[in-house]
């Protein structure tokens, strides 16, 4: 599976001023070790199998799982049949339903 390492100026930039604030001591270690987390989630793309695969491990719907991802019914069916890829937002609900299961965003 390809992973996408997603890097913006501001996430950045964000994390360079949460470093500044834990060497002056205003983050504990443990916090900025979260931060750290949040700002490197990896993302990487999701095969038809897999998508129909965490559906069937939450035991819904295409209807239901579309419902929960606020995407469309079609959209969904395509991506099972790998007639479309998912990206930006359902990419990442999906990669979080993959590591925290469905009740994550629910």
């Known amino acids: 599976m390809k992973t996408t390492k997603r890097s913006s100026r501001i996430l950045d930039e964000m994390h360079?001023?949460?470093?500044?604030?834990?060497?002056a001591g205003l983050?504990?270690?443990?916090?900025?070790?979260?931060?750290?987390?949040l700002c490197h989630l990896d993302i990487h793309e999701m095969p038809p199998k897999k998508i129909k695969a965490l559906r069937e491990k939450a035991h819904v719907s295409q209807a239901v799982f579309a419902?929960?991802?606020?995407?469309?019914?079609?959209?969904?069916?395509?991506?099972?049949?790998?007639?479309?890829?998912?990206?930006?937002?359902s990419l990442k609900l999906l990669n979080l339903i993959e590591r925290k299961g469905l009740e994550a965003i629910i």
């Open 27 to 37: 983050i504990s270690k443990r916090r900025m070790g979260e931060f750290d987390a």
């Open 67 to 89: 419902a929960v991802l606020n995407t469309s019914l079609s959209t969904v069916q395509k991506w099972e049949v790998g007639d479309k890829k998912p990206s930006g937002p």
């Open 16 to 23: 360079e001023t949460a470093g500044g604030l834990h060497s």
